[in-house]
């Protein structure tokens, strides 16, 4: 997918020549110092002990016993190591600070990428006569009680109804049922999973949807820029609010707003001791999972391009932003018509060292597209569905559905920030050198 040409000010330009100046100094630093051949040793070093700290790490994830022990012990030991070397050296100094000033020039460099986005569109619609809103008062630790939301919805004339039990309450049957009585806009205070439930019903019957920030994590509160700490504050779209106008993501046939994971964390979190002990179980079953001796072997076929036998795979409702690539960040854009896919493929320990390249390592794949297929070698795979955990059939189809979903928000909101860019150095040298004549291809568009 492309985007339109991206206009630069003279600040970024200026910016993005500081930064290569402010590497330029990271580079030059230690030659001085410490002089070209103790440099270049330095550097190898450097190199060589952090690649040892993550075959260390690898082998941790991919044992158990007296081999994880061991591993663990490495991977403590390995950058102790380098800092004894250096110090015996008299270069401990240059170590420390040249990093320092490596990452200032990220930090410049990130500034000058840094250009202000268009915010979603907001569109002007008279107060929901009839809302009808949902709330457990379990989800993110009672905030539904802390902020008394359900009395404070109820005086500016919703229709609330708590998840109280006893049992297991059908909330989509209280969603229909509440369409039926004529509700005109459904709302949800509670978690992510129920957020994607009652979503899912309001774009089916084309109403306007209400998130009111009340979750433990509140993600996709987060990327529709409301106010997380104080969910109340959500209640102002009832009286003044505008509505936003956003994609949803399908899989199979549920909807989910923020993502679906696949491999080892959606198998880890579907075992009935994640709950009481997650770091203990994640510790236990990893080796299996990342050693292909447990699970489905997954393959991910997006277009006519197939990866075979990924670790993890995230599909996103739109990209992450950034140098996100583990969906723990923010979405920039809600209303872009595609899915953010992201598969770590790590095989061995070569792979695992190759992640020291980041984004471009072999061993990621992150791509955009408007359908993703997920398939095994088994009948069934475990997933992780807005953080609900799942067992569907394969193969599993993801799809956005563009612009699926009305969603009503309050006016005066502190809004989404956008997220950090990823430093793409070839694209930070084409802005030093720009001239501000021509606009800079973005990201997306600049040819790799």
């Known amino acids: 997918m492309t985007g339109p040409p991206e206009r630069t000010t003279p600040a970024q330009r200026w910016l993005a020549r500081l930064a290569f100046l402010v590497a330029a100094c990271a580079v030059v630093l230690p030659l001085v110092a410490a002089g070209p051949r103790a440099s270049v040793a330095m550097i190898l070093v450097g190199i060589a002990g952090a690649a040892l700290t993550l075959a260390a790490g690898w082998w941790f994830l991919t044992h158990r016993g ?11 030991a390995a950058p102790v190591t380098v800092a004894i070397l250096y110090a015996g050296r008299g270069l401990l100094w240059i170590a420390v600070v040249t990093p320092l ?10 500034a000058a990428l840094a250009a202000p986005g268009e915010g979603p569109v907001e569109y002007e619609t008279p107060p929901p006569r009839r809302p009808f809103l949902i709330m457990n008062p379990r989800s993110g630790g009672g905030k539904v009680g802390r ?18 039990g006893p049992g297991v309450v059908d909330v989509a049957a209280l969603a229909r049922d509440a369409v039926r009585d004529g509700a005109d806009l459904l709302g ?21 949807f209400m998130v009111i920030s009340a979750g433990t994590r509140n993600h996709f509160a987060l990327d529709l820029g409301l106010d997380r700490e104080d969910p109340s504050t959500s209640l102002a779209a009832l009286t003044d609010g505008v509505e936003l106008r956003i994609d949803l993501g399908q899989i ?8 679906a ?14 709950r009481d002990d997650k770091a203990g ?15 489905p072997a997954l393959s991910l076929r997006v277009g006519d391009t197939v990866h075979h036998g990924p670790k993890a795979i995230l599909v996103s409702n739109n990209p992450y932003g950034g140098d996100d690539i583990a969906g723990l960040g923010r979405r920039p854009r809600l209303d872009r018509g595609v899915l953010g896919v992201f598969a770590v493929t790590v095989q061995g320990t070569t792979d695992a060292v190759r992640l020291l390249r980041g984004r471009r390592s072999a061993a990621l794949a992150m791509l955009t597209t408007a359908e993703a297929v997920i398939e095994a070698d088994e009948p069934t795979v475990p997933v992780g569905v807005d953080g609900e955990a799942l067992t569907l059939a394969t193969p599993v189809r993801c799809h956005i559905r563009p612009g699926a979903l009305r969603v009503r928000v309050p006016r005066h909101r502190p809004g989404a920030r ?4 990823a430093v793409d150095w070839r694209r930070l040298g084409r802005l030093a050198l720009s001239t501000g004549r021509t606009p800079l291809p973005t990201a997306e568009t600049a040819p790799l």
């Open 66 to 76: 007296v081999v994880r022990v061991l591993a663990g012990v490495l991977a403590v």
């Open 261 to 274: 994971s696949f491999g080892a964390y959606a198998a880890v979190v579907q075992s009935p001791a994640y």
């Open 101 to 110: 000033i490596a990452a200032v020039a990220l930090v410049v460099g990130r």
């Open 418 to 421: 956008p997220p950090r860019p």
């Open 188 to 208: 949800v205070a509670g978690g992510d999973g129920t957020q994607a439930l009652v979503a899912g019903i309001a774009a089916e019957h084309g109403l306007p």
């Open 147 to 164: 902020f008394g939301l359900v009395d404070r919805a109820r005086a500016l004339g919703a229709e609330v109804a708590v998840l109280e």
């Open 281 to 295: 179980t994640t510790l236990d079953l990893l080796p299996d999972l990342l050693t292909d001796r447990r699970g």
């Open 252 to 259: 199979g046939d549920r909807t989910f707003v923020n993502n």
